[in-house]
């Protein structure tokens, strides 16, 4: 498998003050779909500048493809495309235009461009608004626009920054589908920045974590849960007492990690809730006993990023979430 | 380099076609050069107090007016430098592989565009409201060409000071404080002689006198005499600028 990115000891401080990066280690596989998560303020975007070779670290290497952002840059710029966080398509000319333009600034050749574009613009579900002024577009639109621009080259990697912020689930799913698309037909690899949770969770086969500045967990989004413990299984039984037998052999199983009983309720660890479930069900049917309920809960990301930042997510993204999302709409 | 000379033509392109989808801007800045033409130019000179060389006064400052408003066109662009800062799109341009003082001179230039797109609008009703103009073609094209450079310039000197700003609101004082002191101690309205000798002293640093000078010959005297210097001058200006403007972009973009 081919490196994408390789990054070593990256750390960033900003006005010899604001440590933005601290000692960044990363390496994410060509061809993958990678989400950078972390709450608002955790360094994504300045891992993201640094990467895309607009912004110099302070000390540390990373490379894109084998190339080194800093020496390297015009290089790498011929490899990547990138959409940043904020609206980045003039308002004021059209959809087709916007495309135009940068296929003119990317160099693609005269008969190439023409077939390009409507590709980008069929691909992203533009055809049909492709002439009308880009200001009269919707906020989902806007966003394919943008993605239309950077797929136009044909990327070894795309940087997305916070790809779907401000986008009603359905808009973001529809963005979604596409750059599935576009990554299983060209092999393009995906960098993503955000801080949706579940944006990571769907999207992303890889996953890392990162928090003031340091990954703090990596991983798959199962892999990650997983390394939690597991997930909680709990029956609730009408027949009392609970037979000890039936909890022996319960325990027995090799995926059941640990088992514990709390009045009518038996509680369980285990690896796979779905994959268990009929096992144990079988189980306890056979030593008839009728179960009432049976409630399965499963570690979230957020769950995860607690365990390994040390606190919610939420907490720390609410306010400056908000404040942020407005000041995308107000300019959007 | 061809990569860069094409990127701003793509960058110019760009402009002309903003420009084609909302002309009102260009319309609406007409106004105030057309005001000077029909009140302030009559006025003044009918009381003949400014020597002009034996041109009638409206015909004496109809460049110095036009370039007045071409010039703030450019100065104002630096703010578009600005908003685009906001938004994203200078962060996608720099991660494209054109290099990056093409873009800022790219779009120096492109307000070059728009600038002779305002002198066409008010060329011709400068013309209609009785100015005599220099009837030779070729001076008029040369007369456009020093505009668009002299705008460039300018274009690229608001982007230098775009980048010590932070908001676009403080941007815009700037901007008019800028323009009008440049506007005043120029040759726009009245010939350099008659100005107190400190305004002269500062008038020759003034890029605007040179485009004033080099415009008026070409389009209303006919005299030549001072045209390579006003040129190698613009010149200078333009060149000094696009270096620092590019070198200003790193700190526009950190």
Not at chain 1, 200 to 224: C, F, H, N, P
Not at chain 2, 140 to 156: E, M, Q, Y
């Amino acid at each position: 498998m081919d490196i994408a990115v390789q990054i070593n000891g990256l750390t960033k401080v900003y006005n010899g003050k604001v440590k933005a990066l601290d000692g960044v280690n990363l390496t994410v596989e060509a061809g993958e779909s990678f989400a950078l998560l972390g709450p608002n303020g955790a360094g994504k975007t300045t891992l993201m500048r640094i990467l895309t070779t607009q912004i110099k670290p302070t000390s540390g290497e990373a490379y894109v493809f084998g190339l080194n952002v800093v020496h390297e840059g015009s290089k790498v710029r011929e490899l990547i495309s990138y959409v940043p966080q904020e609206m980045s398509v003039w308002t004021d000319i059209s959809g087709y235009e916007n495309l135009l333009v940068y296929a003119k600034i990317f160099d693609i050749p005269h008969h190439e461009r023409e077939k390009l574009i409507y590709e980008a613009l069929e691909n992203m579900g533009l055809i049909n608004v492709k002439d009308d002024l880009v200001r009269t577009y919707s906020g989902g639109m806007i966003r394919r626009l943008e993605i239309a621009c950077a797929m136009l080259i044909k990327p070894r990697i795309m940087f997305l920054d916070e790809p779907t912020i401000g986008l009603d689930p359905a808009a973001r799913k529809a963005v979604w589908e596409r750059l599935n698309v576009f990554k299983r037909e060209y092999g393009v690899t995906i960098f993503f920045n955000t801080h949706y949770m579940d944006e990571a969770d769907l999207y992303a086969d890889d996953i890392a974590i990162i928090s003031q500045g340091k990954i703090v967990a990596r991983g798959t989004s199962e892999g990650l849960k997983h390394s939690l413990g597991g997930e909680l299984i709990t029956f609730t039984v009408e027949n009392l007492p609970i037979n000890a037998e039936v909890l022996g052999e319960i325990r027995k199983l090799h995926f059941v990690k640990d088992i514990s009983v709390n009045d009518t309720n038996i509680s369980m660890l285990v690896y796979n809730a779905e994959d268990s479930l009929s096992y144990i069900m079988d189980i306890l049917r056979n030593e008839k006993m009728s179960v009432n309920k049976v409630s399965i809960s499963k570690p979230t990301l957020d769950d995860v990023f607690l365990k390994y930042a040390g606190m919610r997510f939420e907490e720390k993204g609410r306010i400056s979430d908000v404040v942020h999302t407005r000041r995308m709409i107000k300019k959007g | 380099m061809l990569k860069a000379v094409k990127n701003m033509l793509v960058m110019i392109e760009l402009e002309m076609r903003r420009l084609w989808h909302d002309r009102t801007e260009i319309y609406s800045r007409a106004i105030q050069p057309i005001l000077w033409m029909t009140i302030y130019g009559p006025v003044m000179g009918s009381a003949r107090a400014i020597p002009t060389g034996g041109v009638p006064y409206t015909d004496f400052i109809t460049p110095g007016v036009m370039i007045q408003t071409t010039t703030f066109v450019s100065i104002l662009y630096g703010l578009t430098m600005v908003w685009e800062r906001d938004s994203g799109i200078l962060k996608k341009l720099l991660v494209t592989p054109a290099p990056r003082y093409s873009v800022v001179v790219g779009r120096s230039m492109a307000s070059g565009v728009r600038a002779i797109f305002q002198a066409l609008i008010i060329l011709p009703i400068a013309f209609v409201i009785g100015v005599s103009f220099v009837p030779n073609p070729a001076y008029f094209l040369l007369a456009l060409i020093v505009i668009f450079f002299a705008s460039g310039g300018f274009a690229a000197a608001s982007i230098l000071i775009a980048s010590f700003m932070k908001t676009r609101e403080r941007f815009m004082g700037i901007g008019q404080a800028i323009t009008m002191p440049l506007f005043f101690a120029s040759n726009a309205l009245y010939p350099l002689q008659i100005m107190p000798s400190i305004l002269r002293e500062f008038s020759a640093y003034n890029p605007l006198s040179y485009v004033v000078d080099a415009v008026r010959g070409l389009l209303i005297t006919g005299s030549l005499s001072n045209l390579l210097i006003d040129l190698i001058a613009i010149a200078i200006f333009d060149i000094i600028m696009f270096i620092l403007a590019s070198v200003s972009l790193r700190r526009i973009i950190e």
